[in-house]
């Protein structure tokens, strides 16, 4: 089970960091990723990081603003958030992804983040 935290209303400007964590998994051999979801909106993908830490990707509207990372001692994966806009307004989802960076269909349960002035 992946467990997210880190979420909650700013205002457009403001940072947020998002928190994964999970004792089913050890993220040092994991590829992992964030996604969020708006109001009606598909799920869309938002940033990815590989086993090792060494190879990140970032949907292109991030790429500039937010960083993930993982700490490995504490098994956590972050998404730093900063220069958050209204269009940034989505639930954002923890996730368990292939190599390529895809899906495999293991979630936590959400964090809500709002932008809003």
């Known amino acids: 089970q992946l467990v997210e935290s880190g979420g909650g209303l700013v205002r457009p400007g403001a940072s947020l960091r998002l928190s994964c964590t999970t004792s089913d998994l050890t993220f040092s051999r994991d590829t992992m990723g964030w996604f969020r979801q708006a109001p009606g909106k598909e799920r869309e993908f938002v940033a990815g990081i590989s086993a090792s830490g060494d190879s990140t990707m970032y949907m292109d509207s991030v790429k500039a603003r937010f960083t993930i990372s993982k700490d490995f001692a504490k098994n956590t994966m972050y998404l730093q958030m900063n220069s958050l806009n209204p269009e940034d307004t989505a639930v954002y989802y923890c996730?368990?992804?292939?190599?390529?960076?895809?899906?495999?269909?293991?979630w936590g349960q959400g964090t809500q983040v709002t932008v809003s002035s």
């Open positions: 996730a368990l992804l292939n190599n390529n960076f895809d899906p495999v269909g293991l």
